[in-house]
C-alpha cells in the first residue's frame, strides 16, 4: 500500500514570496492532516480536513496560509506571503477517518524562508 | 487542556544497551488515546504504537516495549539492546476519543545510539 505523498521535498524561498505545498493522501483515507514542525519541536496541526470540509483550522494562520481539499482528496496548502517564522518542516497526514483512526505521515516538505 | 511533557531532550546510548523514553501527560478526558511516533533522519513520522485509556496491559513488540500506567500519567517507551539504526527523535502523542479531537505531541526525544 503506498504511503501518503508530499511535494516538494525542500523548498527555499524569501519572505514576501508565495510557496505551495502538495499532499496525496494514503488511498481510501477521509481525513487529512497539515502540520506544522518547527525545529526542536513536536507537530502542531495546522488543519484538518474531513473529504473535502473542514474540521479544524483554529491554529491555521488564515492570513497568510491557505489550504484545500478539493474532491476530497489532494490538499494544497498555499502561504503567502511567507515570514521568516514559516520556517519548518510542513507535515501531511491522512487517516480513515470512521473512527479515531491512527494517523499517518509523509515525508514532509522542509521549507526555508531567507 | 491537554498536554504531553518528554523531559528528556536527548539520550545517548551505546549500542545494545537498553534506554528509556519518559512521557507524562495531562488530560482530563476519561477516554483517551496515547501514541509513539519515530522520526528518523529522513523526517517522516513512522507509527509505532496507539494505546487507549482504558488498556493498561504492557505491550511488548519485538525489542520494543510501553510502560502505560494511569496512576502516574505515564506512558514509557523502552527500547532493549539498542541499535544504530534505533536513532532518531522519538514523540509521544495524546488525543481525545473523537476523530474530531487534535492529536497533542510533546517536544521530542532525540535518541542517539553509538556502535
Known amino acids: 500500500e503506498a504511503g501518503v505523498a508530499q511535494s516538494p521535498r525542500y523548498k527555499i524561498i524569501e519572505k514576501r514570496q508565495s510557496v505551495a505545498f502538495w499532499c496525496n493522501p494514503i488511498?481510501?483515507?477521509?481525513?487529512l492532516y497539515w502540520y506544522q514542525q518547527i525545529l526542536g519541536q513536536g507537530p502542531k496541526l495546522l488543519i484538518q480536513?474531513?473529504?473535502?470540509?473542514?474540521?479544524?483550522d483554529s491554529q491555521l494562520p488564515k492570513d497568510r496560509f491557505s489550504a484545500e481539499r478539493l474532491k476530497g482528496v489532494d490538499s494544497t496548502l498555499k502561504i503567502q506571503p511567507a515570514k521568516l517564522e514559516d520556517s519548518a518542516v510542513y507535515l501531511c497526514?491522512?487517516?480513515?477517518?470512521?473512527?479515531?483512526?491512527?494517523?499517518?505521515f509523509g515525508p514532509g516538505t522542509r521549507l526555508l524562508v531567507l | 487542556a491537554q498536554k504531553v511533557t518528554q523531559a528528556q531532550t536527548e539520550i545517548s546510548v551505546v549500542e545494545k544497551e537498553d534506554v528509556t523514553l519518559d512521557c507524562v501527560y495531562e488530560?482530563?478526558?476519561?477516554?483517551?488515546?496515547l501514541f509513539w511516533y519515530k522520526q528518523p533522519p529522513s523526517g517522516e513520522l513512522v507509527f509505532l504504537i496507539r494505546?487507549?485509556?482504558?488498556?493498561?496491559q504492557n505491550e511488548i513488540s519485538g525489542r520494543y516495549s510501553w510502560n502505560f500506567q494511569k496512576s502516574t500519567s505515564s506512558f514509557n517507551f523502552t527500547i532493549t539492546a539498542s541499535q544504530v539504526v534505533d536513532s532518531a527523535v522519538y514523540f509521544c502523542?495524546?488525543?481525545?476519543?473523537?476523530?474530531?479531537?487534535?492529536?497533542?505531541f510533546g517536544t521530542g526525544t532525540r535518541l542517539q545510539v553509538f556502535p
Open positions: 488511498s481510501g483515507h477521509a481525513t
Open positions: 494505546r487507549n485509556s482504558f488498556d493498561e
Open positions: 502523542a495524546l488525543s481525545g476519543p473523537y476523530n474530531t479531537d487534535k492529536l497533542i
Open positions: 480536513f474531513q473529504n473535502n470540509g473542514v474540521v479544524d
Open positions: 497526514a491522512s487517516s480513515l477517518g470512521v473512527a479515531l483512526e491512527t494517523q499517518y
Open positions: 488530560t482530563r478526558d476519561t477516554t483517551y488515546y
